[in-house]
């Protein structure tokens, strides 16, 4: 059964850092895109992030450019989200997601074949 499980989230004040962890199991994702999604109330889920299985590439959002940095560790089938100057606007519900075969960092939802249950982020001003 294959699982990405988040941890990391929390509350935290504007300007602050966090750092987001998935932990994936059930199969590889070495060869796989890993990247990271966000919902807040009341909005559509919104990309954030994604890495390509080497890491060797990734992309950002506008919104997240500059701020946040995604890495993966694939040795230990993780992949990370750190995140800095936080904002008020960047409390969500932060989703870890994953392909299963395809190693392209891919900015849509419907590319993603695994997601996590999701993390809370709260940034307060």
Do not use: H
Request: net charge positive.
């Amino acid at each position: 059964q294959v699982q990405l499980v988040e941890s990391g989230g929390g509350l935290v004040q504007a300007g602050g850092s966090l750092r987001l962890s998935c932990a994936a199991s059930g199969r590889t994702f070495s060869r796989s895109a890993m990247g990271w999604f966000r919902q807040a109330p009341g909005q559509e889920r919104e990309f954030v992030a994604a890495i390509s299985w080497s890491g060797g590439n990734s992309r950002y959002s506008d919104s997240v450019k500059g701020r946040f940095a995604i890495s993966r560790d694939n040795a230990k089938s993780t992949v990370y989200l750190q995140m800095y100057s936080l904002k008020p606007e960047d409390t969500a519900v932060y989703y870890c997601v994953a392909k299963r075969l395809d190693s392209y960092a891919a900015a849509i939802p419907t590319a993603y074949d695994y997601w996590g249950q999701g993390t809370q982020v709260t940034v307060s001003s």
